[in-house]
C-alpha cells in the first residue's frame, strides 16, 4: 500500500520534471546563441541607462550618434564572421533613434512614448518579409515589445500622471513623486497587472528560447530584459 502511494504521489513531479526536461531540450544553448541573448540585453539597457541622461543634456548629440551606429553596423555586417553583431546593431539604431527622438523633446508626454518607440517598425516589418536584417528587426521587435507591455501596465494603473509629474519636477522632490506612484502598484490592481503581465513576458521570452535562430534569440533576450529593467525600475523607486 505505502509504495503504491508514494508511487501516485510522485507521479506529478515526475510528468513537471519531464515536460521540464523536454523543454529545456528543446532551448538553443551554445556560444553563439547565449551571446546573442547576454548582448540584446545589454542594449535594451542602453537607451534607459546611458541614453535617458545623455539626450537630457545633449539631445541632438544623442540624435547625431545614430548615425555612427548604422556604420559601424553596416561595417560589421560586411564582414562574414561579425555580420550577426552587425545586423543586431543595426536593429539597436532604431531603438537608439526612438529614444533620442523621445526622451530629447516629447518626454513630459507618456502617451507619445510608443508611438515615437514604434517609427522603425514599417522597416522592421519591411525587412522581416524580405527576409534581410532579420536579426536586428527581431531584437528591435523584442524591444518593442517591452516597451508597449511597460507603457500598458503604466496605463492600467494610473501612471501616467507621475510619469508626468517625475519629468518637471525638481530632483529633491521627486521621491514624493515616486512614493506616489508606488501606492498604486502596491495595490492588488496594480500587483496583478504586473503578475500577468511578467506572465506575458516570461512566456513570450520562453517560446523565443526555443527557436534556434539568432534572431529569435535576440527577440528572447530583448524581451526578458525588459523584466530586469523594470525591476530595476522598481527597486530604485523603493530606495528613493
Known amino acids: 500500500m505505502i509504495p503504491l502511494l508514494t508511487t501516485a504521489l510522485a507521479q506529478p513531479g515526475l510528468n513537471f520534471l519531464r515536460r521540464f526536461h523536454r523543454w ?4 538553443a544553448i551554445d556560444a553563439t546563441t547565449t551571446g546573442m541573448q547576454l548582448m540584446a540585453g545589454f542594449l535594451v539597457s542602453v537607451p534607459v541607462f546611458i541614453q535617458a541622461p545623455l539626450v537630457r543634456q545633449f539631445p ?4 547625431a550618434l545614430t548615425l555612427p551606429w548604422v556604420a559601424i553596423a553596416v561595417w560589421l555586417m560586411k564582414r562574414p564572421d561579425q555580420a550577426l553583431w552587425g545586423d543586431l ?5 532604431w531603438s537608439w ?3 533620442a527622438i523621445y526622451w530629447g523633446w516629447f518626454r513630459w508626454e507618456p502617451l507619445w512614448h510608443l508611438p515615437i518607440e514604434a517609427i522603425g517598425l514599417p522597416f522592421a516589418l519591411w525587412g522581416l518579409k524580405r527576409g534581410w536584417g532579420v536579426i536586428g528587426h ?8 517591452g516597451t508597449a507591455v511597460t ?40 500587483a496583478a497587472w504586473a503578475w500577468l503581465l511578467l506572465a506575458l513576458l516570461l512566456g513570450l521570452g520562453g517560446w523565443a528560447l526555443q527557436r534556434r535562430s539568432p ?17 530595476l525600475f522598481w527597486l530604485g523607486a523603493m530606495m528613493a
Open 24 to 27: 529545456r531540450s528543446g532551448l
Open 215 to 231: 534572431g529569435w534569440q535576440a527577440f528572447a533576450g530583448a524581451v526578458l530584459s525588459t523584466i530586469v529593467v523594470d525591476a
Open 138 to 145: 527581431l531584437f528591435y521587435l523584442g524591444s518593442l515589445t
Open 151 to 190: 507603457d500598458i501596465y503604466f496605463y492600467l494603473t494610473g501612471l501616467m500622471d507621475h510619469w508626468r509629474q517625475v519629468m518637471v519636477v525638481d530632483p529633491e522632490f521627486a521621491r514624493f513623486v515616486f512614493q506616489a506612484a508606488l501606492a498604486k502598484i502596491h495595490t492588488p490592481w496594480g
Open 97 to 99: 533613434l526612438a529614444g
Open 60 to 63: 541632438w548629440l544623442s540624435l
Open 89 to 93: 546593431l543595426l536593429g539597436f539604431s
